[in-house]
């Protein structure tokens, strides 16, 4: 038998049967008569055979001619007896079955699955050698890991958007509901004590609700403007009451409203008033629409579409071991890892201006728990209005002495259109506020302290979610085998360990990437924009911390000091962020020195202020 095909081994014709044994077959050409050599049948041929069979002795080996297309004798032999070795070596093709049932498993047709290995050239991203995986698997393996991907991304999301918004949802209910029961409470309580003459002026005070509701929901409501105003007409319908026997022409309580600040009819209740409403509104509208903000970042951020380098990555990381017939073999960790990283290298740029916003919030949120308490501010509000109303009341004869003295004495009425004293409508009688156990269930079922306190641990938590969404998806054990088993994991190309390096977080650190080619030239506008938007909220946060809004800069004396009643207390109010230059810090004694200010130092300061809040506003619409 010859190894070569179409040739035949035979012994050559003048060997005996010990020579073919050793010399083995030689070859020729299948059908072809053997080569002649001289007369086999001469003298010498048969005196030197005769002579091998008597006296057998060693000699020189005799080298056969070798013909053209033969191989050695020997090497001849080796192969027909390694020929059926080599045979059974020969790999039969794999059975494909359980990537047939794990495909069909996905939803996708079987029969695009082939049964045994085929060849792979037509893949064009798994391993080109032998597959399971026909082109219509790998096409539909690179649809389904990018859905794979999505899922991942907003499966982890959706527990962040669903906490801010529940949050949300919460805090916007309680504040609402703040609002409505302090209104309410105001209302029974002056509809009890001072009767008909609340009812007749009850359209001032239910103003003023609305105001602060029209604010709260984001309108375009200056607070301290509104105050004012709110002091202002109930100073007119006041100063009437007080004054029954005079008439009073719209102009003349005109000249009157001017007097408010200078005449301080209401006590200091005003002012006290103004600071704890401004910053306790600014500070729950911000911390409301911080949380709301929060929600929609996270929504749009994680709706994730990875481009065709990342799609190409993915299928190679998630399905090209399935066209192995690796089914069982995961991904190793830190494979995941890069590809993860690559995937989500703009969502890493985030991450930054996240956790500057998480920081604002936690500190507002302090301030909700202190010195700006919405809560602590409207609960007592009718209680603060009755005092400046009484305060009212038991200084009306020097307020309208001096009112009289700067608009002009009034006309006084004919004897029988006196209207009836003060005293004798019963609008003297001294306020009575209802008892702690008297005043109405707390909003929303909850308080505010319960509200913050719960939030603020939910924003510790929320602080680097975006750089480490890439381990928190590898973490997943159907993504990734884990750190363990290092040397049993799919790393790309085989199942063995992965040796390339983890990359670092966001688009610049993409370049070494060994996984994804991501363009690091083009960032994601979308998350571009939600950079923005989260860092014009987090310039309003560090507004509201320090008592301001963005369209409200207090530069007045009135916002300087710290004294009781303001709301700060014990606790200091001061900005801490640099940019808030135009809220001016001090304490009543500065207050005191500044009012013995001469008229032209305090204009040059009106002045410097002004000219401070037009640079800050600035700055507020170049961060639009």
């Given amino acids: 038998m010859c190894f ?18 050793r010399s083995g077959a030689g070859c020729t050409a299948a059908g072809a008569a053997p080569a002649r050599r001289g007369g086999a049948g001469s003298a010498e041929s048969r005196l ?7 006296r057998p002795r060693p000699r020189p080996a005799r080298t056969m001619p070798r013909r053209r297309g033969c191989l050695p004798p020997l090497l001849c032999t080796l192969a027909a007896l390694s020929l059926p070795l080599l045979l059974a070596a020969e790999p039969r ?20 699955a082939p049964s045994h290995e085929i060849s792979g050239d037509h893949l064009k991203v798994c391993s080109q050698g032998y597959t399971c995986c026909s082109q219509e698997m790998e096409e539909k393996y690179s649809q389904q890991s990018k859905h794979d991907f999505r899922n991942a991304v907003v499966e982890l999301s959706n527990h962040l958007q669903t906490m801010f918004s529940s949050r949300y949802k919460k805090f916007d209910e309680f504040f609402k509901e703040l609002l409505e029961n302090a209104e309410k409470s105001l ?9 008909r003459l609340y009812m007749q002026n009850s359209e001032l005070f239910k103003d003023l609700f609305v105001e602060l509701k029209r604010y709260y929901v984001g309108g375009n409501v200056n607070l301290e403007e509104m105050l004012n105003e709110f002091w202002a007409r109930l100073l007119e319908r006041m100063f009437r009451l007080v004054n029954p026997q005079y008439h009073f022409t719209d102009e003349y309580l005109e000249c009157v409203s001017k007097y408010t600040e200078q005449l301080k009819p209401f006590g200091d209740v005003p002012r006290k008033l103004k600071l704890q409403v401004t910053r306790a509104f600014v500070a729950a509208r911000t911390f409301a629409q911080g949380l709301a903000i929060a929600r929609d970042v996270v929504s749009k951020v994680s709706a994730v579409n990875p481009t065709p380098q990342g799609t190409r990555a993915l299928l190679k ?13 995961k991904p190793c960790y830190n494979y995941c890892f890069n590809v993860m990283r690559g995937c989500l290298a703009n969502q890493g740029d985030l991450d930054a201006e996240w956790n500057i916003f998480m920081d604002s919030m936690l500190l507002v949120a302090e301030r909700l728990e202190g010195p700006f308490n919405i809560e602590s501010v409207m609960d007592p509000i009718d209680v603060k209005i009755s005092d400046a109303i009484m305060n009212m009341q038991e200084n009306s004869m020097q307020v309208s002495q001096k009112v009289f003295q700067g608009c002009g004495q009034p006309k006084t009425l004919a004897q029988g259109r006196t209207a009836r004293s003060v005293s004798e409508s019963g609008f003297s009688t001294r306020f009575r506020p ?42 997943d054990e159907k993504m990734s085998v884990g750190t363990v088993n290092e ?29 994804v080619e991501v363009d690091i030239t083009k960032p994601d506008m979308v998350i571009r924009r939600q950079i923005m938007a989260l860092r014009v909220m987090t310039n309003k946060l560090k507004n509201a911390y320090s008592g301001n809004d963005v369209d409200f800069i207090d530069i007045s004396e009135e916002s300087s000091g710290e004294e009781s009643g303001s709301g700060c207390e014990l606790q200091q109010c001061s900005p801490e962020f640099e940019f808030n230059a135009t809220e001016v810090t001090g304490n009543s004694n500065k207050s005191d020195k500044n009012a013995n200010t001469s008229a032209a130092t305090r204009s040059g300061l009106s002045q410097a202020a002004l000219l401070l809040s037009i640079l800050f506003l600035a700055m507020q619409r170049q961060w639009r």
């Fill in 93 to 112: 093709a794999k059975s494909c079955s359980e990537v047939r049932r794990l495909y069909a498993a996905k939803g996708f047709s079987q029969s695009e």
């Fill in 317 to 329: 990381m998630m399905y090209c071991p399935y066209c192995r017939g690796l089914v069982s073999v």
């Fill in 434 to 475: 209802y008892n702690p156990e008297e005043r109405p269930t707390t909003a929303a079922g909850t308080s505010l302290d319960r509200l913050v306190t719960d939030v603020k641990e939910k924003l510790k938590q929320a602080k680097k979610f975006w750089s480490s969404l890439p381990g928190n998806i590898c973490n």
């Fill in 187 to 195: 209302n029974d309580m002056f509809v009890r004590t001072y009767g």
């Fill in 48 to 54: 030197r055979l005769r002579g091998a069979l008597a």
């Fill in 4 to 21: 070569l095909p179409g040739q035949v081994c035979r012994a050559p014709p003048h060997a005996g049967p010990a020579e073919r044994s």
């Fill in 487 to 515: 040397n049993e994991c799919w790393n790309g190309s085989a199942k063995s360990r992965y040796d390339f390096a983890v990359t670092g977080n966001g688009l610049a650190s993409q370049v070494n990437n060994p996984e």
